[in-house]
T-cell receptor, first 114, second 109 residues
Framework: EAQVTQNPRYLITVTGKKLTVTCSQN?????MSWYRQDPGLGLRQIYY???????DKGDVPEGYKVSRKEKRNFPLILESPSPNQTSLYFC?????????????FGSGTRLTVV | DAKTTQPNSMESNEEEPVHLPCNHS???????IHWYRQLPSQGPEYVIH???SNVNNRMASLAIAEDRKSSTLILHRATLRDAAVYYC??????????FGTGTRLQVTL
């Protein structure tokens, strides 16, 4: 089944403790992206990657890092999480950002930083 | 990015058709019109997309105005499982999907 898999689904952590949220897709998509969703602010893009070893900042990149060493994986790294990074996170992938290609989203990771 | 405007919320009775409108008066010639929906506690899900002509798939139909300045997502028979937030998004050459506030569809028995 074509899908984007995120892990973990739920995570509670303490301020300053480094964490990684994994994202993997099995559709050979070139494009991958991370979004966060907060009440009243909607879905906002954190980082995106157009292909292997190509990453760029989205709208809200502060406090996050990403890497794209392989096509299928696009982990989101929080080196020193803070409470304002408590949010619902979604990974997405697509063949391309241009035109008719749809995005496939993961099921989400609910992160709480205390 | 060209903007879209949708009503904040709509209600429908189960088994009835639902027409979800979207205005995109600044659409450019290369923008595709995409619709996604987000069910409670889930990631957004692709529904349908189109460029100029009306489109049908197993989930819904998309009716696009002749001048492309508006479109309507049609759910032919709403069910309780269709209760979600529906997003109308234009995709051109941007490196992301820009989500607005969408339309929250409530389906009642």
């Amino acid at each position: 089944e074509a899908q984007v898999t995120q892990n973990p689904r739920y995570l509670i952590t303490v301020t300053g403790k480094k964490l990684t949220v994994t994202c993997s897709q099995n559709m050979n998509h070139e494009y991958m992206s991370w979004y966060r969703q907060d009440p009243g602010l909607g879905l906002r893009q954190i980082y995106y990657s157009m292909n292997v070893e190509v990453t760029d900042k989205g709208d809200v990149p502060e406090g996050y890092k990403v890497s794209r060493k392989e096509k299928r994986n696009f982990p989101l790294i929080l080196e020193s999480p803070s409470p304002n990074q408590t949010s619902l996170y979604f990974c997405a992938s697509s063949l391309s950002t241009r035109g008719p290609y749809g995005y496939t989203f993961g099921s989400g990771t609910r992160l709480t930083v205390v | 990015d060209a903007k879209t405007t949708q009503p904040n919320s709509m209600e429908s009775n189960e088994e009835e058709p639902v027409h979800l409108p979207c205005n995109h008066s600044t659409i450019s010639g290369t923008d595709y019109i995409h619709w996604y929906r987000q069910l409670p506690s889930q990631g957004p899900e692709y529904v349908i997309h189109g460029l100029t002509s009306n489109v049908n798939n197993r989930m819904a139909s998309l009716a696009i105005a002749e001048d492309r300045k508006s479109s309507t997502l049609i759910l032919h028979r709403a069910t309780l499982r269709d209760a979600a937030v529906y997003y109308c998004i234009l995709t051109g050459t941007a490196s992301k999907l820009t989500f607005g506030t969408g339309t929250r569809l409530q389906v009642t028995l």
